[in-house]
C-alpha cells in the first residue's frame, strides 16, 4: 500500500470518527512536513518553529477533517500549504518584533544614560558570586553577556557581536533573548539572596 493511500484511509477513518487514526497521521507526516516546511520557509528562528507550525496545522485538520478534500491534493500537500502559511505569518510576526527591538535598541543608545542600565548593573553587582555566580552563568556565552550588561554596553547588536552571532533578525532576535535569559535569572537570584 502507497503512502498516498495509507493516508487516504486513514483520513477517511478520521471521518468516520476512528480518534486513533489521529496519531498514525502524525507519525505518517510529521517528519516529512517539518522538512517541506523548514526547506520552503526560510528565516525562521529555529526548527522547533517549524515543527509547531505543522502540528498546528494538524490541529486544525483535526478539528474539521472534512476540510481537506482528497481529489485536490494530498493530504501531505494540504498539510504543507497549510504548516507553510501558518510559518510565513509566523516569521513576519518574528521579523516585526525584532524590528520594534532593534528601533527601541537604537533609541535606547542615543540617549546618554538608557533606563534601567544602571538597576541591572546594580543587580549584578549585589549578587553574591561565590554563592550563585555558578547559577547565573549556564549557557557558553553567558559570561560575555554578564560582562556587557556590567559595562552598560548589551544592546542586542553588541551582545550578538560579542557572541559572534550574524547581525541579522535571527542573530539579533537570539541575543536579545539570551540577554533577557540572563535578565530573569539575574533579577530571581537577587531577590533570593535579599529574601
Partial sequence: MSNQTML???????????NRANS????????????????DVAGLHDRQDAEQMCFDALFDYF???????PAQAGLVTYLAAVAKGKARTL???????VGHENAFAS???????????ADEAAVLDRLDWEAFGGALIKDP???VIIALIKQS???????AQGLGLAIDAVGLAEAARR?????????????RSEA
Fill in 63 to 69: 478539528l474539521d477533517p472534512a476540510k481537506y478534500n
Fill in 107 to 117: 533609541a535606547a543608545e542615543e540617549t546618554e544614560e538608557p533606563p534601567g542600565d
Fill in 8 to 18: 487516504l484511509a486513514l483520513h477517511q477513518r478520521l471521518i468516520a470518527g476512528d
Fill in 141 to 143: 556565552g553567558d559570561e
Fill in 153 to 159: 554596553a548589551h544592546s542586542p547588536a553588541a551582545v
Fill in 91 to 97: 516569521r513576519r510576526s518574528q521579523s516585526r518584533r
Fill in 179 to 191: 540577554i533577557e535569559r540572563i535578565r530573569g535569572r539575574a533579577r530571581r537570584l537577587a531577590e
Fill in 24 to 39: 498514525k497521521i502524525v507519525e505518517a507526516v510529521i517528519n516529512p512536513l517539518v522538512a517541506i516546511v523548514v526547506k
